[in-house]
């Protein structure tokens, strides 16, 4: 099993569409929870940060995190084709050292 | 946010030579850095802890001879791939810790023919 599953996708929605991206857990020590989004070619870039469970809002994302299920979401409101990337969820027992990713789910937003 | 730059973002290079990726943290120090290698379509694997003033830590199964990293400042940290093969093409990232966050270079794709 590994430590971090994600829905691969590709996900495929219309724009305006609320989107919810998922990750489950199996290390209960990890602590720091983040998402990171890659466009084609690029690093990753870090969009949501929590280390607590609950909910934690940034403009059209929100990042959820239930540490007594070990599933994290993110949530995307009024989705743009400009949100179409690959999206990783990352998770690390000591803030962000040595991250472990998710398989990263490919976005896709349809005019 | 920090900036991570990473050099070249793209590199070709015949089988049996060596290449360097750099990987600068522009506006802040640090003292840890990490390499990660990413295939298609599949996330990030953690090669090795890139660690200022000391060796690195490479994860299970990576070869250090074959993988070399240097971390001579606290703001650059360089991996070879030393005899590099086909089997070596993959995309390269970089990543640096800032205070509680990781910020990661722009990659670098390399490709051995």
């Known amino acids: 099993q590994k430590e971090v599953e994600q829905d691969p996708g590709p996900l495929s929605v219309p724009e305006g569409a609320i989107v919810s991206l998922n990750c489950t857990y199996s290390?209960?020590?990890?602590?720091?929870f983040m998402w990171y989004r890659q466009y084609s070619r690029k690093g990753p870039e870090l969009l949501m940060y929590?280390?607590?469970?609950g909910n934690k809002e940034d403009g059209r994302f929100t990042a959820q995190v239930d540490k007594s299920s070990k599933y994290i979401s993110l949530f995307i409101r009024d989705s743009q084709p400009s949100d179409s990337a690959t999206y990783l969820c990352a998770m690390g027992v000591q803030g962000a050292q040595k991250l472990v990713f998710g398989q990263g789910t490919r976005l896709t937003i349809n005019p | 946010g920090a900036v991570v730059s990473q050099h070249p973002s793209r590199v070709i290079c015949k089988s049996g030579t060596s290449v360097k990726i750099e990987c600068r943290s522009l506006d802040f120090q640090a003292t840890t850095m990490f390499w990660y290698r990413q295939f298609p379509k599949q996330s990030l694997m953690l090669m090795a802890t890139?660690?200022?003033?000391?060796?690195?830590?490479?994860e299970q199964g990576v070869e250090k001879d074959k993988f070399l990293i240097n971390h001579a400042s606290l703001t650059l940290s360089t991996l070879t791939v030393t005899s590099a093969h086909p089997e070596d093409s993959s995309f390269y990232i970089c990543s640096a810790i800032w205070g509680t966050e990781a910020f990661f270079g722009q990659g670098t794709r390399l490709t051995v023919v």
């Open positions: 890139s660690n200022e003033g000391s060796k690195a830590t490479y």
């Open positions: 290390n209960s020590a990890f602590q720091y």
């Open positions: 929590t280390y607590s469970s």
